[in-house]
């Protein structure tokens, strides 16, 4: 392995007051100790730019066009084709909690950019990098519905008019309009469908259901579909479930203010009892995708429920430690852990065999194409469970790469009592109190990479790299624009928690900044997301903090006392049919760069910091988007490309950090915002 001899750290910074806080909206007046950085001293050792392919799914169209749950896509690739931080003077802003007992523990986005989380066991969409974490409408079962219920956050998503769809606790889904046609929020969000998915379920099977509902997803002719569980069903306890869906034209016309038949329009199909759902659904054109603890289902609707392929999978049962074990706590499921994730050819997730298998099944058939041991090299003492749903990343050009996590040790052994109700989602249920308390010296290590390739026989696996000395809970996320992989961990010497980041390609820690070393940084298993600004990447944490990682890659040459709010600056891949359609001539050669700067002089000097340039500069133009949303080209005099002394660049290599520095006017021609003394400038370069 090719080892990278630098890797970008930062210190840590602690609760009592050093962790930087981003500056307050435009208008505001900074206090100094929001003017202090993370950094002791600047850091432009920025990463180079290793982008692959977008990924390779199909676009839902009755889901929302964002990140819209909390795997990201309804194939569930725990993947995004958003920018991420890269190391550019990098540093941790924070968001404090201080309606919730926690930081948001799930983040989802509207085709707005809005941030969609949990609040107070309703749901809200929250400015999330506000000082405190702001609400801006919301929806309360207490406050608006009777109380009797919260919203099951885990598998809520957007549809593609920015509704919220959400199961409960009482096994109703609802559908909440959170925003108007010109999308300003809803102060209190209108609940435009209710069903008792339960109660239509057992009218529609005839039988009682002992299992509650789970998890709910459109497929691709906008039918929901439903699947009922928990996170452990027990075969030998013979609950009973279903999948099924209900009609896309019964949903419609509820959404219509219609009362349509359900008797006639909600699908199941019966399991055994004792088979159940431990996990999300994915969906693509071929159907919708569930993972029970015994089988795996593509089902179709098909004036009922079609099931295209069941394939039975193996599983030693419900995980915990052992006698002689180094952690204390076990696994979630009692069957695979991981949600199924999709490419348009292949479903893959983990059995929970000894050893655990990653298994690629044919789309068509549900044949097992491919399989093999993962995570299977770890010293004694440890055991595996992948509870988390994995990270599949398809290129488009025959390998389909899998990166699998080790969650072993995270989740409470007595979730094997038989009296235990694993429905009961708190964290002292949940989760193991050593794990809480001790950290990630109580998980078992292990993160792999694994690739199914594409052959003339068939398909076929094999290990790219495998990591046995990380312990991550956090649900990885890979940018397929910088060509990492993301992370949140504890380094076990120095107890301290801290953002990671990992090549792709090779699997070695690149960069690691430092957040705290209080046991209450754990982030609590739920994962991380990716803004929409392609400069944020939040986590949150067990204290009251929502932490947010990001790359100071703007700023203001000729006022350097002066900091730009990053929660006003955002770059975002320009594809080139998009280029080319907003009036850019040749190819695109940058990232799309956007900044609102408050409190400008009539001319002021803005500069993007940016380590994907490569060639000749005066090969380049620069664009400006105008308010008629074309790009038109901004003149030489007014542009420059230098490096960070000021100095001009003529020949640019690619990995090296330039500054595009640009002077625009307060109501010129490339000002966006029409508030005076606001300058709101967004540009490309084309080639």
């Not at 509207?110 to 609400?135: C, F, M, Q, S």
């Not at 694994?450 to 290990?463: A, H, Q």
């Not at 790299?465 to 940018?479: E, P, Y």
Request: charged share 20%; net charge negative; proline share 4%.
């Amino acid at each position: 392995m090719n080892k990278r001899k630098k890797i970008y750290s930062v210190f840590s910074f602690l609760l009592a007051g050093t962790l930087c806080l981003s500056m307050a909206a435009c208008g505001g007046t900074p206090t100094p100790a929001e003017d202090e950085t993370t950094s002791s001293a600047p850091l432009s050792g920025a990463l180079p730019v290793k982008a692959l392919h977008p990924k390779h799914v199909d676009e839902n169209p009755y889901m929302a066009k964002s990140d819209a749950n909390i795997h990201h896509d309804g194939y569930n690739t725990d993947s995004t084709d958003e920018i991420l931080p890269l190391g550019i003077y990098p540093e941790i802003n924070v968001s404090f909690e201080t309606t919730n007992p926690n930081a948001s523990p799930a983040i989802y986005f509207d085709n707005y950019g809005h941030a969609v989380v949990p609040l107070l066991g309703g749901i809200a969409i929250r400015d999330l990098n506000a000082k405190e974490t702001k609400t801006l409408g919301y929806f309360s079962p207490m406050q608006h519905d009777g109380g009797g219920y919260v919203i099951q956050s885990s598998y809520t998503f957007l549809d593609s008019k920015n509704r919220i769809v959400c199961p409960t606790s009482n096994n109703h889904v609802l559908i909440l309009r959170a925003t108007e046609d010109d999308g300003s929020v809803i102060p209190e969000f209108e609940k435009v469908l209710d069903i008792d998915i339960k109660a239509a379920a057992e009218t529609a099977l005839g039988k009682e259901l002992t299992q509650n509902l789970l998890s709910v997803v459109f497929d691709y002719d906008g039918n929901l579909w439903f699947a009922t569980g928990g996170f452990r069903i027990y075969p030998e306890r013979q609950q009973q479930g279903v999948l099924g869906y209900i009609a896309h034209t019964a949903i419609e016309s509820i959404l219509n203010g219609e009362q349509p038949d359900l008797s006639k329009a909600v699908f199941v199909y019966e399991l055994t009892p004792g088979e159940g759902a431990e996990n999300g659904i994915a969906a693509s054109k071929d159907g919708a995708v569930i993972l029970t603890n015994q089988n795996c289902y593509l089902l179709r609707a098909e004036e009922g429920v079609n099931v295209v392929w069941r394939t039975p999978y193996e599983s030693v049962g419900a995980k915990v430690s052992r006698d002689g074990d180094k952690t204390t706590g076990g696994g979630l499921a009692w069957g695979g852990g991981c949600s199924p994730t999709l490419t348009p050819n292949l479903v893959l997730f983990t059995d929970n065999a000894d050893p655990v298998k990653l298994l690629a099944l044919d789309m068509k058939t549900g044949e097992v194409v491919a399989s093999m041991p993962v995570l299977d090299d770890l010293p004694d003492g440890y055991q595996v469970a992948v509870e988390n749903s994995a990270i599949v990343y398809d290129d488009g050009e025959g390998t389909v790469s899998t990166i699998v996590c080790n969650w072993f040790g995270a989740g409470n052994a007595g979730l094997a009592d038989p009296d235990n109700d694993s429905s009961i989602q708190s964290y002292a249920n949940i989760y193991d109190q050593n794990w809480l308390m001790k950290g990630n010296v109580m998980i078992a290590p292990g993160v792999e990479r694994v690739d199914t390739l594409k052959t003339s026989d068939g398909y076929e696996m094999k290990s790219i790299w495998s990591r046995n000395d990380l312990r991550d809970t956090a649900i990885m996320k890979l940018s397929t624009a910088t060509g990492y992989i993301y992370g949140y961990v504890q380094d076990l010497d120095t107890g301290m928690w801290q953002y990671i980041i990992l090549d792709f390609a090779t699997g070695e820690t690149v960069f690691t900044m430092d957040v705290s070393n209080k046991y209450g940084y754990n982030n609590m298993a739920i994962g991380m997301y990716t803004g929409s600004n392609g400069n944020t990447l939040y986590c949150p944490t067990g204290y009251l903090e929502l932490l947010r990682l990001q790359d100071r890659f703007v700023y203001l040459p000729e006022l350097p006392y002066r900091e730009v709010d990053l929660d006003q600056v955002a770059r975002n891949v320009l594809s080139q049919d998009q280029f080319e359609q907003d009036g850019g001539e040749g190819t695109v050669a940058s990232w799309h760069n956007t900044a609102t700067i408050c409190n400008v002089h009539p001319n002021t000097m803005v500069a993007f910091r940016m380590n994907n340039l490569s060639g000749n500069a005066s090969d380049l133009t620069l664009y400006a988007y105008g308010a008629d949303g074309k790009l038109e080209k901004v003149d030489s005099e007014l542009w420059s490309l230098t490096d960070e002394t000021g100095a001009n660049v003529t020949e640019l290599t690619d990995g090296v950090l330039y500054e595009l520095r640009v002077t625009v006017s307060d109501g010129g021609d490339f000002d966006l915002s029409e508030t005076e003394k606001e300058i709101k400038l967004s540009v490309v370069l084309g080639k």
